[in-house]
């Protein structure tokens, strides 16, 4: 598709229940990035691929939180026994761009609500 | 990390009214963009600056990259324009994006 594609829009989970987001990146686009963003915050990075390795899984804020892009294309953020502090936004980005630090523009998702109750 | 301020943190104004929003961060940078955040959430790309002037209708950006500072100048505000301003930015050793706390910016009619 043209832009970056994010399901579920919205997700109510009860507290402990295992969720999977998903992101459909722009066709091509090599890297692929998970950002989490709490009300009222600015995104924060969580994790990042190039084509299907995770090459930085520094953000991840727990053992619970497991992202994978097997193919290179699409990716799942899982997080197992969610937890009221997980309720955010989680917002995907994909860029054309391969090297470390290149600069070039990224395309962000319109995200994935996540409400733990 | 990089750390990225922004201001001011809110800012009201009335509809045609211009404005000028400002961005530090603490590292050189490769990359750095402007978001617009809608009411919905969606992360709206407005400029790929990390250095320079970029115009684009109503609104331009300068990055003056060797001061560590980008503004983004909006002009002539229409009630669309209301949302959350991010600058969010990648440094040369990193492959990520820092964001700032963002601009909340509503324009009255």
């Known amino acids: 598709g043209a832009g970056v594609s994010q399901s579920p829009r919205y997700k109510v989970a009860k507290r402990g229940q295992d969720v999977a987001l998903r992101c459909d990146p722009i066709s091509g686009h090599v890297s692929l990035f998970w950002y989490q963003q709490a009300l009222g915050q600015g995104p924060e990075f969580l994790t990042y691929?190039?084509?299907?390795?995770?090459?930085?899984k520094s953000g991840l804020p727990s053992d619970r939180f497991f992202a994978e892009r097997p193919e290179g294309s699409v990716s799942t953020l899982k997080i197992q026994r969610t937890q009221q502090e997980d309720s955010a936004v989680y917002l995907c980005a994909s860029s054309l761009g391969r090297r470390r630090g290149q600069g070039d523009g990224y395309t962000f998702g319109s995200g994935t609500r996540l409400t733990v109750v | 990390g990089i750390q990225v301020e922004q201001s001011p943190p809110d800012l009201i104004l009335q509809e045609g009214a211009n404005s000028t929003l400002r961005c530090n961060f603490s590292?050189?940078?490769?990359?750095l963009q402007w978001f617009h955040q809608n009411p919905w959430g969606q992360l709206i790309n407005l400029f790929y600056?990390?250095?320079g002037t970029k115009q684009n209708g109503r609104l331009s950006a300068t990055t003056v990259a060797t001061e560590r500072y980008s503004l983004l100048y909006i002009s002539s505000s229409q009630t669309t324009d209301s949302g959350v301003y991010f600058c969010a930015v990648v440094g040369y050793n990193f492959n990520k994006f820092y964001f700032g706390s963002g601009t909340k910016l509503n324009v009255k009619p």
């Open positions: 590292d050189s940078v490769n990359n």
């Open positions: 600056i990390p250095s």
């Open positions: 691929f190039q084509n299907e390795a995770q090459l930085d």
